[in-house]
Every structure is written in C-alpha cells, then in structure tokens.
C-alpha cells in the first residue's frame, strides 16, 4: 500500500469515527425532543372530527386560520390544496359544539366567505387506540423479521451495524417531528416503514461488500478493508439515493399539503439512512472488534473439524 493510498484510508477511517459520533449527538438530541415534547398525534391516533370545504375565493392560509381562530373555541389544525380554494379543519374530539358541517354556514356569513361544504368524517377515540396499538405491532413486526434475516445472513458485529443504523434512522425522523411539532398521522407510519426497509437496503450492500472482501483478500487491515467496501458502493448508494430524493421531491411539491408530511419523512429518512449506512452500519462492526481475518479464521476452523 503506498503512502497516498495509506493517507486517504486513514483520513476516510477518521471521518467515519467522528461521523458515528456525530450520529450518537443526534440520536441523543432526537430523544430530548421526543421525551419533552412528545409526538403531535393526528386525527387518525386521537379521534375527531374532519371537516372538509371549498371557497369560490383563493386566499392564503394564514388568512383562513386567523378566521377560523376568532370562530372556533378550541385548537384545530388547518391544511389547504387547489390554490388555497379546498381546504381541511381537524378539530379534537372535546367540545362538539362546533363539529362537523352545521358550522360552517354561519362562518360562511360571518367571514364574508362563500363557502361549499364537501365532507365532515369522525374517527373515535377508540379508533385512534387501535390504529396506534396496530401500528406498532406493525413497526414491532418488521423490526423482528429484519433481525431474524440479520442474524441468518451476517456475522453478528455486522448485523448489529445494520440493526443500530435502522433504529437510528428513525429515531432521527421521530426527533425532527417532535422538535418542529409536524403533526403525526398514518402516512408518517406509513413513511416509518418503507425507511426501515430503504435503511436496511443500503446497510446490507455495505456489509455484504465487505464480507466478501475479508473472504477473498490476505489484508489484515479492518480500516482498509472497510474503506474498499464504501468505495465500491458509494456510486451505486448515491445514485439509487438522488434518484429516490428526486421522486419524493416531486410529491413534497406537487402532491399537495396531505402528503407533505410523509414527503418530508421519506425524504430525511433517505437522507439520514445514506448518511447512517456509511457512519454506522459499517463503523459500528470495527468498533465492536471485527477482524480482517474473521472469515479466513472460520474457514480454517472448519477444515479442522473430524
């Protein structure tokens, strides 16, 4: 190994340490914000009432919720599609003075606004329990198969890499909406999902790589061997990665405000998993004493065998 080669394996091992120490900082701000404000649960997890109308006026929604603010006692939250004419108020499920359609005529002459009714659905309280009690059998689920398929395929310093950068990646995702208090409905379970699965990927091409080159290489140097691994994926990671970011892009603009919040979820779980896949998934694995002749030692070992 000459020397420039030597220097650029040491430089790209330093920025992985200090990256892995990075993503235990956010891991641990993430929680902070979890554990102090909490998630904003949608109307799918607490019960209420969705209202849904139109408004022959365009007007911003700024406007709409300062109307709505002076009419409606209790919290709501606001959301708007079609150029600020369609519009969505969920209210909680306390005061049901104000629920559902019948309000929505006298605003209408309060406001000076020409407003058309479209729909008015209530989801129970009960509704909301079952809905997050399935939901997280479903995370729960998923998490298990995944460590069950780990545990088959890896050697388990490589598994666990691939294990702490998945529940990175959503930690980091629950962090971010709980510290800007984005409101948490189905879709972001739903987004909670596919990242697993998006995490996972990109974590298993990275370990794979590098158990096949402790497999066919004499090099006992782990930092070297790891270095080779990310070189030889970083073009495929980043590509599949920009093309992914790019997709999601266009819904977070185009597809309107209900699927802002799963846009927004998707497109920093890509981030973070990419980000985790380099930092962690193949950091983690060195820093738990896997050895470049791992493989060459269990070969031998079975050759031993009577």
Same mark, same amino acid.
């Given at each position: ?23 235990? &900082? ?161 879709? &972001? ?40 691994? &990310? ?7 980043? &590509? ?67």
């Amino acid at each position: 190994m000459n020397n420039f080669t030597l220097k650029l394996t040491k430089n790209l091992s330093k920025l992985r340490i200090i990256s892995a120490y990075f993503a235990v &900082i956010m891991v641990l701000i993430s929680l902070l914000g979890l554990f102090n404000h909490g998630l904003n649960l949608g109307l799918d997890f607490t019960g209420g009432y969705l209202t849904e109308f139109s408004t022959q006026q365009s007007i911003t929604q700024h406007k709409m919720s300062g109307l709505l603010t002076s009419y409606l006692p209790d919290s709501f939250q606001l959301s708007s599609a079609d150029n600020g004419t369609h519009w969505s108020v969920q209210q909680a499920d306390n005061d049901l003075s104000l629920k559902g359609k019948a309000w929505l005529s006298e605003f209408s002459q309060q406001s000076g606004l020409t407003i058309t009714p479209q729909d008015s659905i209530y989801i129970g309280s009960q509704v909301g329990e079952e809905l997050i009690n399935q939901g997280g059998l479903a995370l729960l689920t998923a998490v298990m198969v995944i460590l069950l398929y780990l545990s088959l395929r890896f050697e388990w310093r490589l598994a666990a890499g691939s294990v702490i950068a998945l529940f990175h990646d959503v930690i980091i995702v629950l962090g971010l909406f709980a510290w800007f208090d984005i409101s948490f409905d189905l879709t &972001i379970l739903a987004s909670l999902l596919a990242i697993i699965g998006y995490s996972l990927n990109d974590s298993i091409i990275i370990g794979d790589k590098v158990r096949e080159i402790m497999k066919r290489t004499n090099d006992k140097n782990i930092d070297s061997i790891i270095n080779q691994a &990310i070189k030889s994926t970083i073009a495929r990671t980043l &590509i599949t990665s920009g093309t992914t970011l790019t997709t999601i892009l266009a819904i977070w603009i185009f597809a309107g405000e209900s699927l802002s919040g799963f846009a927004i979820a998707l497109f920093l779980g890509v981030l973070v998993g990419t980000f985790s896949s380099i930092a962690i998934s193949a950091t983690v694995p060195q820093l738990l004493g896997l050895t470049a002749d791992y493989y060459h030692k269990k070969e031998q070992e079975v050759c031993q065998l009577p």
